[in-house]
Each structure stands twice: as structure tokens, then as C-alpha cells.
């Protein structure tokens, strides 16, 4: 089974600067993809980005992007320029393109936004 | 276009009542899938449909958990008897064929006294 690792429970920025939220994953699969969903105090799953294993180019969203690694199963997450919006539990996420549809959740990082 | 709506917001029952979740996915998604947050576990899948049909419920925790699928735009998952230890967020989701990430609805905070 897969798992996804999020070694960093909280991370702080200050608004404006540059943070990256890191991600493991566990997997003997060559195809699959990788999500950043953001969950504020609202509690919505909100997604972020999505990055296809067979694409090398890293995925960008507006200040979101993405640095992956495959060989090394790394999947960080980068926002620049922070907003004090960004504050939020960050979840990274991989879907198998074997096993059914389900995604698989790492445990989150909670992100401070500092004024 | 609405998103996934789930209903109710918040759900407060009693230890031994019948709690019933009810999600509606979003028009022309043909997989919806069943997710239960906690602090001590995290996001954990409960079950997942594919066009209507359940494929996977190895993550429902016992037998007092059931979900259902009438039809492609509304689900149920129903909790008989409810437990204090059943109280966590419950969210819904449904997705678009494979690759694409899932839209979650706002989700069912659920408190079980």
C-alpha cells in the first residue's frame, strides 16, 4: 500500500516571504498522481495542485508550485509572495493509476502566516 | 455549478441513535467517495462508488456503518448505532474519471453524547 509522508506538523512564514511544505511517498508504481489540497478553518478541501508522475515539468499554479522528484518520491510544495489567506492545513495527496481511484492522504501541515 | 453538497452542516445525536449523512456529487461525476477526518487518525477513506456502484468499503469500520448509492446524484452513508467514538468530520467528494483530483463537499462535523 502506499503511504504519504508529511514530516512537518506546522510551518511558519512571514507574509509576503517564501515557504516550501515537504512530502514522501511510498510507492513501487511508475504511473500516479499527486495532489496539494489546502484546508482552511472553514474546513473545506480545497485543491491546490495536481502534478502527473510521467510529466516531468513541475506543475504551477499563480504562486503555488511544485518541486517533484521522482526518483527520490519527493513532492514539495512552494508559495511565494504569502498571502495571510494562506493560512491553512495543507494536505499532499497520491492517487494510483492502478488501484482504483482513491487518494491517499498525508497527515498535513499546518502553515502560520505571520503580518 | 453548486460543487458537492453535503447535508447537515453539524449533527449532534446520542449515544445509540441513528445518524443518516446525505451527500449530493456534482452533476456528470461518476465516482463519489466517503471520508472520515479525526485528529488521532486523519483523513481516512470509508468507501468509494463508481458509477453508482460500491467498489471499495474496506475502510468502513464495522457493520453499524453503511452507505448507499440510489442513483448517480444523491448518497447516503448511515451510522446504526451511533458511538462517541464515531464523532469526527465526515466528508463527501466526488471526481470526474481518473487523474483528476476530487472535489470535497463542506462536510458533516458529526458529535455523538
Known amino acids: 500500500a502506499q503511504t504519504v509522508t508529511q514530516s512537518q506538523p506546522e510551518m511558519s512564514v512571514q507574509e509576503a516571504e517564501t515557504v516550501t511544505l515537504s512530502c514522501t511517498y511510498d510507492?513501487?508504481?511508475?504511473?500516479?498522481?499527486l495532489f496539494w489540497y489546502k484546508q482552511p478553518p472553514s474546513r473545506q478541501m480545497i485543491l491546490v495542485i495536481r502534478?502527473?508522475?510521467?510529466?516531468?515539468q513541475n506543475a504551477t499554479e499563480n504562486r503555488f508550485s511544485v518541486n517533484f522528484q521522482k526518483a527520490a518520491k519527493s513532492f514539495s510544495l512552494k508559495i511565494s509572495d504569502s498571502q495571510l489567506g494562506d493560512a491553512a492545513m495543507y494536505f499532499c495527496?497520491?492517487?494510483?493509476?492502478?488501484?482504483?481511484?482513491?487518494?491517499?492522504f498525508g497527515g498535513g501541515t499546518r502553515l502560520m502566516v505571520k503580518p | 455549478d453548486a460543487g458537492v453538497i453535503q447535508s447537515p452542516r453539524h449533527e449532534v445525536t446520542e449515544m445509540g441513535q441513528e445518524v443518516t449523512l446525505r451527500c449530493k456529487p456534482i452533476?456528470?461525476?461518476?465516482?463519489l467517495f466517503w471520508y472520515r477526518q479525526t485528529m488521532m487518525r486523519g483523513l481516512e477513506l470509508l468507501i468509494y462508488f463508481n458509477n453508482n456502484v460500491p467498489i471499495d468499503d474496506s475502510g468502513m469500520p464495522e457493520d453499524r456503518f453503511s452507505a448507499k448509492m440510489p442513483n448517480a446524484s444523491f448518497s447516503t452513508l448511515k451510522i446504526q448505532p451511533s458511538e462517541p467514538r464515531d464523532s469526527a468530520v465526515y466528508f463527501c467528494a466526488s471526481s470526474l474519471g481518473l487523474g483528476m483530483g476530487y472535489t470535497f463537499g463542506s462536510g458533516t462535523r458529526l458529535t455523538v453524547v
Open positions: 495527496a497520491y492517487r494510483s493509476n492502478n488501484a482504483g481511484n482513491m487518494l491517499t
Open positions: 510507492t513501487s508504481e511508475s504511473d500516479y498522481y
Open positions: 452533476s456528470g461525476h461518476d465516482y
Open positions: 502534478q502527473e508522475a510521467y510529466k516531468q
